[in-house]
C-alpha cells in the first residue's frame, strides 16, 4: 500500500459521498416535483408506507446505476493525474466531463424508473398503481418496488459500457506489437 493508492482511495471515497448525496436529494426533489399531484410528503406524514417503499426503491434503484458510472470515471481521473503534466485547463475539462458522465449515468436511472413505472400502467390497465399505493396498498408498494431495483440492476451494466465507451481515457502509453 503506498501513500499514492491511499490517498486516490480517500478521494474516491469522498467523491462517492459527494455524488450520492447530490444525487439522492436532487432525485428526490425532481420526483417531488414532476409528481406534485401525488404529493409524497404529505403521504409520508400519514405513514403510508406504500409511498416509502417506492421512494426507496426508486433511490435505491438510481444507487445501483449511478454506482456503475462511478468507477469508469475515478479511473479515469486517477489515469490522468498519474499520466504526466497537465494544464489547469486539462484538469477542469476532466472534472467537467466526469461530472457529466455521472449526471448522465443518474439521469438515465430516472428515466428508465419511469418508464418502469409507465410500462406497468400499460401492462397492467386494471390496475391503478398511483391508486393503490396512495390508498397504502403495500403488495402493489413491494412489487413495483422490486420491479424498480431488478430493472435497475439489468440496465446499470449497459450504463456502465455507455460510461466507458463515452469517457475519452487519456493516453499513458502503448505496447510495441510489432
Excluded at 471515497?13 to 436529494?25: A, D, N, Y
Amino acid at each position: 500500500m503506498t501513500l499514492q493508492q491511499v490517498l486516490f482511495g480517500a478521494a474516491e471515497f469522498f467523491v462517492s459521498v459527494l455524488i450520492s448525496f447530490v444525487l439522492v436529494f436532487a432525485t428526490y426533489k425532481f420526483i417531488l416535483l414532476v409528481t406534485r399531484h401525488f404529493d409524497e410528503e404529505k403521504q409520508l406524514r400519514m405513514k403510508n408506507v406504500s409511498v416509502g417503499v417506492v421512494l426507496g426503491s426508486i433511490l435505491l434503484g438510481q444507487a445501483i446505476v449511478v454506482k456503475q458510472a462511478i468507477y469508469p470515471v475515478m479511473a479515469v481521473i486517477q489515469i490522468f493525474v498519474l499520466g504526466g503534466q497537465r494544464s489547469v485547463p486539462d484538469y477542469l475539462k476532466v472534472l467537467g466531463l466526469s461530472v457529466g458522465y455521472i449526471l448522465m449515468s443518474g439521469s438515465l436511472a430516472i428515466l428508465v424508473i419511469f418508464f418502469c413505472f409507465w410500462l406497468f400502467d400499460r401492462l397492467t390497465p386494471g390496475i391503478d398503481q398511483y391508486h393503490e399505493i396512495r390508498q397504502n396498498n403495500l403488495a402493489i408498494a413491494i412489487f413495483m418496488g422490486l420491479l424498480i431495483v431488478g430493472v435497475s440492476l439489468l440496465v446499470s451494466s449497459g450504463v456502465s459500457a455507455l460510461t466507458r465507451a463515452l469517457i475519452p481515457f487519456p493516453t499513458v502509453g502503448s505496447l510495441p506489437l510489432e
